[in-house]
Protein backbone atom coordinates (compact mmCIF):
# COMPACT_ATOMS: atom_id res chain seq x y z
CA UNK A 1 0.00 0.00 0.00
CA UNK A 2 3.03 2.68 0.57
CA UNK A 3 4.18 1.93 -2.87
CA UNK A 4 0.94 2.87 -4.19
CA UNK A 5 0.29 5.82 -2.27
CA UNK A 6 4.32 6.97 -3.44
CA UNK A 7 3.21 6.47 -6.77
CA UNK A 8 0.02 8.43 -6.73
CA UNK A 9 1.81 10.93 -4.74
CA UNK A 10 4.59 11.66 -7.49
CA UNK A 11 1.21 11.38 -10.25
CA UNK A 12 -0.51 14.19 -8.39
CA UNK A 13 2.50 16.29 -8.15
CA UNK A 14 3.13 15.81 -11.94
CA UNK A 15 -0.49 16.76 -12.51
CA UNK A 16 -0.25 19.84 -10.21
CA UNK A 17 3.66 20.54 -12.07
CA UNK A 18 1.79 20.40 -14.98
CA UNK A 19 -1.20 22.35 -14.24
CA UNK A 20 0.82 25.10 -13.08
CA UNK A 21 3.28 25.13 -16.06
CA UNK A 22 0.50 25.66 -18.82
CA UNK A 23 -1.36 28.41 -16.36
CA UNK A 24 2.15 30.42 -16.63
CA UNK A 25 2.02 29.80 -20.44
CA UNK A 26 -1.86 30.55 -20.73
CA UNK A 27 -1.69 33.89 -18.88
CA UNK A 28 1.54 34.83 -20.67
CA UNK A 29 -0.20 37.65 -22.99
CA UNK A 30 0.76 38.06 -26.42
CA UNK A 31 2.60 40.88 -27.18
CA UNK A 32 2.76 42.34 -31.09
CA UNK A 33 4.24 45.57 -30.46
CA UNK A 34 1.68 47.74 -32.05
CA UNK A 35 3.30 51.23 -30.42
CA UNK A 36 6.94 50.97 -31.87
CA UNK A 37 5.80 48.02 -34.02
CA UNK A 38 6.23 47.71 -37.82
CA UNK A 39 3.41 47.71 -39.81
CA UNK A 40 3.06 43.97 -39.75
CA UNK A 41 1.98 44.49 -36.20
CA UNK A 42 -1.32 46.25 -37.31
CA UNK A 43 -2.77 43.05 -39.34
CA UNK A 44 -1.80 41.22 -36.19
CA UNK A 45 -3.45 43.31 -34.04
CA UNK A 46 -6.70 43.31 -36.09
CA UNK A 47 -6.83 39.39 -36.34
CA UNK A 48 -6.22 39.45 -32.33
CA UNK A 49 -9.13 41.97 -31.49
CA UNK A 50 -11.02 39.90 -34.36
CA UNK A 51 -11.52 43.54 -35.62
CA UNK A 52 -12.82 45.36 -39.13
CA UNK A 53 -10.26 47.56 -40.27
CA UNK A 54 -10.39 50.46 -42.51
CA UNK A 55 -7.17 52.54 -43.67
CA UNK A 56 -6.22 56.32 -44.41
CA UNK A 57 -3.26 57.14 -46.50
CA UNK A 58 -2.23 60.89 -45.07
CA UNK A 59 1.00 62.72 -46.95
CA UNK A 60 3.69 61.60 -44.10
CA UNK A 61 1.54 58.72 -42.76
CA UNK A 62 -1.37 55.78 -42.77
CA UNK A 63 -3.93 55.63 -40.09
CA UNK A 64 -5.25 52.22 -39.55
CA UNK A 65 -8.65 52.11 -37.68
CA UNK A 66 -10.11 48.75 -36.48
CA UNK A 67 -13.49 48.46 -34.37
CA UNK A 68 -13.74 45.51 -32.50
CA UNK A 69 -16.42 43.65 -32.27
CA UNK A 70 -17.79 45.45 -28.34
CA UNK A 71 -17.32 49.03 -30.18
CA UNK A 72 -13.84 49.94 -29.51
CA UNK A 73 -12.02 51.95 -31.96
CA UNK A 74 -8.12 51.87 -31.63
CA UNK A 75 -6.10 53.83 -34.69
CA UNK A 76 -2.74 52.92 -35.20
CA UNK A 77 -0.54 55.54 -36.60
CA UNK A 78 1.96 54.08 -39.31
CA UNK A 79 5.30 56.27 -40.82
CA UNK A 80 5.57 55.79 -44.43
CA UNK A 81 8.94 53.73 -42.88
CA UNK A 82 6.81 51.61 -41.47
CA UNK A 83 6.55 51.91 -37.77
CA UNK A 84 4.08 52.64 -35.66
CA UNK A 85 4.15 55.74 -33.71
CA UNK A 86 1.30 56.72 -32.67
CA UNK A 87 -2.21 54.56 -30.80
CA UNK A 88 -5.03 56.39 -29.58
CA UNK A 89 -8.77 54.62 -28.42
CA UNK A 90 -12.02 55.14 -27.67
CA UNK A 91 -15.27 53.03 -26.86
CA UNK A 92 -17.10 51.42 -24.05
CA UNK A 93 -13.94 49.55 -22.87
CA UNK A 94 -10.51 50.13 -22.54
CA UNK A 95 -8.61 48.23 -24.94
CA UNK A 96 -5.78 45.68 -23.84
CA UNK A 97 -2.93 48.11 -23.32
CA UNK A 98 -0.35 45.53 -23.05
CA UNK A 99 -1.19 44.64 -26.95
CA UNK A 100 -1.49 48.25 -28.14
CA UNK A 101 1.75 49.98 -26.38
CA UNK A 102 3.49 46.31 -26.76
CA UNK A 103 7.35 46.91 -25.49
CA UNK A 104 6.18 50.20 -23.85
CA UNK A 105 3.75 48.60 -21.91
CA UNK A 106 6.42 48.31 -18.79
CA UNK A 107 7.29 51.79 -18.69
CA UNK A 108 3.47 52.85 -18.72
CA UNK A 109 2.24 50.59 -16.46
CA UNK A 110 4.86 51.61 -13.59
CA UNK A 111 4.40 55.86 -14.41
CA UNK A 112 0.75 54.85 -14.19
CA UNK A 113 1.05 53.04 -10.90
CA UNK A 114 3.44 55.84 -9.69
CA UNK A 115 1.18 58.69 -10.84
CA UNK A 116 -2.25 57.05 -9.36
CA UNK A 117 -0.30 56.74 -6.00
CA UNK A 118 0.35 60.18 -6.13
CA UNK A 119 -2.73 61.48 -7.02
CA UNK A 120 -5.52 58.96 -6.95
CA UNK A 121 -7.97 60.74 -10.03
CA UNK A 122 -9.30 57.58 -12.03
CA UNK A 123 -10.87 58.95 -14.51
CA UNK A 124 -7.79 61.43 -16.30
CA UNK A 125 -4.33 59.81 -16.53
CA UNK A 126 -1.23 62.26 -18.41
CA UNK A 127 1.76 60.88 -18.12
CA UNK A 128 5.04 62.33 -19.96
CA UNK A 129 8.01 60.68 -20.22
CA UNK A 130 11.14 60.72 -22.32
CA UNK A 131 9.74 58.22 -25.01
CA UNK A 132 6.12 57.71 -24.31
CA UNK A 133 3.36 59.72 -23.51
CA UNK A 134 -0.02 58.82 -23.05
CA UNK A 135 -3.49 60.87 -22.82
CA UNK A 136 -5.83 58.87 -21.29
CA UNK A 137 -9.55 59.87 -19.51
CA UNK A 138 -13.12 58.31 -19.38
CA UNK A 139 -15.51 56.57 -17.06
CA UNK A 140 -17.73 53.82 -17.35
CA UNK A 141 -18.79 52.81 -21.19
CA UNK A 142 -17.01 55.64 -22.42
CA UNK A 143 -13.31 55.67 -22.47
CA UNK A 144 -10.70 57.79 -25.09
CA UNK A 145 -6.75 57.90 -24.80
CA UNK A 146 -3.87 58.01 -26.98
CA UNK A 147 -0.14 57.20 -26.56
CA UNK A 148 2.70 57.67 -28.84
CA UNK A 149 6.59 58.26 -28.97
CA UNK A 150 7.94 61.58 -29.41
CA UNK A 151 11.17 60.61 -31.02
CA UNK A 152 9.31 58.32 -33.69
CA UNK A 153 6.85 61.30 -34.86
CA UNK A 154 7.72 61.16 -38.65
CA UNK A 155 9.49 64.56 -39.89
CA UNK A 156 6.33 67.50 -40.15
CA UNK A 157 3.99 65.27 -38.02
CA UNK A 158 2.55 67.52 -34.80
CA UNK A 159 1.34 65.22 -31.69
CA UNK A 160 -1.90 66.59 -32.13
CA UNK A 161 -2.59 64.00 -35.11
CA UNK A 162 -2.53 61.69 -33.17
CA UNK A 163 -6.18 61.37 -31.75
Known amino acids: MNQHCGSANRRAAWLRYALLASLQFALIPCTFGALGGTSDSVRADQSRMMATIHSTDTRNYTIHEMTTPTGVVVREYVSSAGQVFGV ?76
Open 88 to 163: AWQGPFMPDMRQILGSYFHQFSTAAKAKRESRPNRSLLLIREPGIVVESSGHMRAYSGRAYDPRLLPEGVHENEVR
